[in-house]
């Protein structure tokens, strides 16, 4: 296990590593420049050049490189071109809020989609399966933007149950989460959809085999066969999904952040891309590549943990 | 005695309500102790360093926590009042005498606001060496004397027209604290070292709100709000939304929902428009083909169908321009556009050799929906009469730097740019992109006239106002005879607020949020 767990994490360092180096490259070889988006129309050509030199944007490609992984390794992620701030602040300012609105995503996943997926197993064929193989369907189909536009102008705007933007108030955790319903929902629905499909399927296959069939011989209660022995096995293929799936709603959580107005890692990026602001690019996307990587060895950790077939295997 | 008869689902149940009226009670207590004006502002604050100011946020920002000598009047036409100043006088055209209002006084035990503090400032700015992007609004300011603890004289090294319109109560008037400064190494971005306004920043969360809170020792008039919170909100149409979820008390709207939201308004709230700054024009670049042949230009000027420009693309809601200086400011061009003549620009195209169509060009754009909109029209009207346009949409990082010679031969590819620009309200602003200097900086056409040059320089010194007008005229007149511009608009900025806030606004709709207060 140790070893599996070892063998992992490197290469979940390589990962890291091709990211940085390959999103590098992308965005020096997209034209513009950072000087005159962060100095704007009234700065001289002087002005400008003594910004690209304060902030070494004259030195070779290869070199910024470089020097951007030496002071990675020291913890230190650079200066913002705009605010002069710390690179590593900004991030790990907006970085809470991603990993919170992702875990709500997720949470809105698990909680719906499990339970949904299980009951239409169970219910095989009736018409509740249908309803809710229906639901399921549309769920994946409808775009997240669309879910997001509908859920702000009903449950904000119509109902006023949920705010509409923002993050919530500093210290407020009720409000905090009030703000993230709605966002999370967004980005949430479509995986509700994806996990209730994959854990029907699951739930199908395991039902039928021969040890839930010994199971029931035995007289065991229904609850027990499906909950003890039949989701534990049916939920790891969901496992192993969410591990990606966590990717999925790191990069989808941009959409959230700007339709409902909250600060992010995913709007940051974005954000500095478009303004050539190489420093804070490289900065979130290292972090937000870490934190991928680290929630997919994760899930393959827990699998590991919950079949022992996989720890037999390693 | 009765036993309590607590079920499982009765547990979950009650739990799950104190939870929500837990969550919601310090929200309900909050909205009842203080209060509160909520504002969208386009983006966040970045920078609101006098000298290094990046956006309208950061001003809007300092014009809370910072005072100046004048500042703008919440009115329909750009006019100033005293601010820190108890009195302001044109001694000469060269001369200015000020008088600081006594008491004034700066945050974390800076003392009072003196004349020191008025010639550190200004002399920062045009200070060459602090490389100041503001400079230019200073741009004859000799030195400033002080007199006395509070007063001091502006001297300049030329009469500067733009003073009292676009410097004094601008960026670059704003008065900061000289000991401050000195101690915190001449330099802050979002922590000022100290602050004078009606409102004090009390906390700055990136990307999500700023709050101000009341100045409990300004001592002018008392800001009628305890606390002004800004959410920087990018997208309009999501800013709408908070205002339609009633979390917001007055934002921007998007030109594309004004025609809407004026017929049928949000119950509660009031929609205005106000006159933009903002220029907008299709340029082409004079010193490559196709577009070096002014005949070209001028069967384009004739092309363009921009009142179909304005329809799709503004939805009607903003007027045609005859200029680039807006109306209601010195320097507008009071003339009535040409209508849409075809068959005058197909005869240019015959003369210039080019009958049979066959002319490529390419038209740079912004990747914002309206630009996107008002270039499809232009890729029509052009295949109309024989040039084939192929839009080219690029993001900002990547727009604003396609003229810049310094970058390249990129500009050799630039046919026809759809180009926006925004002003401060003296003529000056305007202009000042053009000159044949800005050629490969800004002035994108890379036209180049000796006339709009020299005019330029006399403008600035011109102390008369019909004269200096004229001139700004004549400047666009220039523009309009080289072909190479078509003035498109000047866009509109709607605005939208609560009926129970009394907004104090420039005349362009950016908010003076001191001056806000609740309706009475």
């Given amino acids: ?314 | 005695m009765h036993r309590l008869h607590l079920t499982r689902r009765d547990f979950i149940g009650g739990s799950t309500g104190l939870w929500v009226a837990a969550a919601l009670a310090p929200r309900a207590a909050q909205a009842q102790g203080t209060s509160v004006l909520r504002v969208r502002s386009y983006s966040d604050i970045q920078d609101f360093d006098p000298a290094f100011s990046k956006a309208a946020p950061d001003g809007d920002v300092a014009r809370c926590v910072f005072r100046q000598l004048i500042t703008y009047k919440s009115s329909a036409s750009w006019e100033w009042r005293l601010d820190a100043a108890e009195k302001i006088d044109q001694v000469d055209p060269k001369t200015v005498a000020f008088t600081l209002k006594p008491g004034i006084k700066w945050t974390n035990g800076f003392g009072e606001m003196t004349a020191e503090d008025v010639k550190f400032s200004f002399e920062r700015v045009a200070d060459p060496a602090v490389k100041s992007p503001y400079k230019g609004d200073w741009a004859t300011l000799d030195h400033v004397e002080v007199t006395g603890p509070l007063s001091g004289v502006i001297h300049l090294k030329e009469p500067f027209a733009p003073l009292w319109l676009s410097t004094l109560p601008w960026t670059a008037g704003t008065i900061l604290c000289k000991k401050a400064m000195e101690a915190s190494g001449n330099r802050f971005t979002t922590s000022p070292p100290a602050m004078c306004g009606a409102y004090l920043l009390k906390e700055w969360r990136p990307k999500q709100e700023t709050v101000l809170v009341r100045n409990p020792d300004y001592n002018g008039p008392r800001p009628a709000y305890d606390e002004i919170r800004i959410h920087p909100i990018e997208d309009e149409k999501t800013a709408e939304i908070g205002f339609g979820a009633k979390e917001l008390d007055f934002t921007g709207t998007s030109v594309s929902s004004l025609p809407k939201l004026m017929k049928d308004p949000p119950a509660g709230s009031k929609v205005e428009v106000h006159p933009s700054l903002a220029y907008v024009w299709l340029g082409m670049n004079v010193d490559v083909p196709p577009f070096n042949d002014i005949r070209l230009r001028k069967a384009v000027q004739k092309a363009v169908d921009v009142e179909a420009i304005l329809q799709a693309a503004y939805f009607g809601a903003a007027d045609r321009a005859t200029g680039i200086i807006a109306p209601g400011l010195l320097g507008h061009r009071d003339i009535k556009a040409p209508p849409r003549d075809l068959a005058g620009a197909k005869k240019l195209m015959a003369e210039a050799g080019k009958s049979g169509g066959g002319v490529k060009a390419t038209l740079a754009i912004l990747n914002k929906t309206e630009r996107l909109t008002a270039a499809q029209v232009i890729q029509a009207n052009f295949a109309e009469f024989g040039i084939e346009v192929q839009i080219d949409a690029h993001d900002s990082g990547t727009f604003w730097s396609l003229g810049d010679q310094s970058k390249g031969d990129q500009w050799k590819q630039l046919h026809m740019i759809l180009q926006r620009y925004t002003m401060a309200p003296d003529p000056s602003w305007a202009v000042a992109w053009f000159l044949p200097s800005q050629i490969g900086i800004w002035n994108w056409e890379r036209w180049n006239s000796t006339e709009f040059d020299q005019l330029n320089t006399k403008a600035l010194v011109e102390t008369d106002t019909k004269k200096r007008g004229e001139m700004y005229v004549r400047m666009q007149d220039l523009m309009e005879e080289s072909g190479a511009y078509v003035f498109l608009t000047h866009e509109v900025a709607g605005v939208m607020y609560r009926d129970t806030v009394a907004p104090a606004l420039m005349p362009d709709g950016r908010v003076i949020l001191p001056g806000f207060a609740p309706k009475a």
């Fill in chain 1, 1 to 314: 296990m140790l070893l599996f767990a070892l063998r992992r994490a490197g290469l979940a360092c390589a990962i890291i590593f091709c990211a940085i180096a390959l999103l590098f490259g992308m965005i020096y070889l997209v034209p513009g420049d950072p000087a005159s988006v962060a100095l704007g129309p009234l700065a001289t050509p002087e002005i400008k050049a003594a910004f690209r030199v304060r902030m070494g944007l004259d030195r070779p490609v290869i070199m910024q490189f470089l020097i951007f992984l030496g002071h990675v390794f020291t913890g230190d992620l650079g200066i913002d071109l705009f605010s002069n701030r710390r690179v590593t602040e900004i991030v790990f300012e907006a970085m809470p809020y991603t990993v919170a609105l992702t875990a709500c995503g997720i949470g809105w996943a698990i909680g719906l989609g499990i339970p949904l997926g299980c009951w239409s197993a169970i219910r095989r064929n009736t018409w509740l399966d249908r309803i809710t193989g229906v639901l399921a369907v549309a769920a994946i189909a409808v775009p997240s933007f669309v879910v997001a536009l509908y859920a702000l102008l009903l449950f904000a705007v119509e109902l006023n149950w949920f705010p509409a933007i923002g993050a919530g108030t500093r210290g407020d955790l009720g409000d905090q989460l009030a703000h993230l319903v709605l966002p999370s929902f967004a980005i949430g629905l479509g995986w509700v959809g994806y996990l209730a499909r994959l854990v029907r399927a699951s739930m199908l296959e395991v039902l039928g085999e021969n040890h839930i069939r010994t199971a029931r011989a035995y007289g065991l209660p229904e609850r027990r066969i499906v909950f003890r022995y039949a989701l534990r096995l049916a939920v790891l293929p969901t496992v192993a999904l969410l591990g990606v799936g966590i990717g999925h709603l790191l990069s989808g959580a941009v959409f959230a952040e700007i339709v409902f107005a909250r600060p992010g890692a995913g709007k940051l990026v974005f954000d500095a891309v478009v303004t050539r602001n190489f420093p804070v690019v490289s900065g979130a996307v290292l972090v937000t590549t870490a934190l991928f990587t680290l929630c997919t060895l994760a899930a393959d950790l827990l699998i590991a943990w919950l079949d022992p077939r996989v720890r037999a295997d390693l």
